[in-house]
């Protein structure tokens, strides 16, 4: 993912969304697998958490 900033620099940094299961009286995480925030094809706007999890949930949810 890209940023620009008022002075015309550029930021580059990754981001993902990363599910885990736990519990409140539990000290155990179980960490899920990740699904990248990116730019999907033919895609013009960054990407949002959003249509990430519903990426992860068509491909782990069931």
Not at 9 to 33: E, G
Not at 34 to 57: H, V, Y
Request: hydrophobic fraction near 30%.
């Amino acid at each position: 993912m890209t940023k620009t900033h008022h002075n015309g620099t550029v930021t580059y940094s990754h981001q993902v969304l990363t599910p885990i299961l736990t519990a409140p009286d539990k000290p155990q995480v179980i960490p899920l697998p990740p699904e990248f925030i990116s730019r999907q094809d033919g895609q013009t706007k960054q990407d949002c958490e959003i249509n990430a999890a519903k990426r992860w949930l068509a491909q782990w949810g069931a």
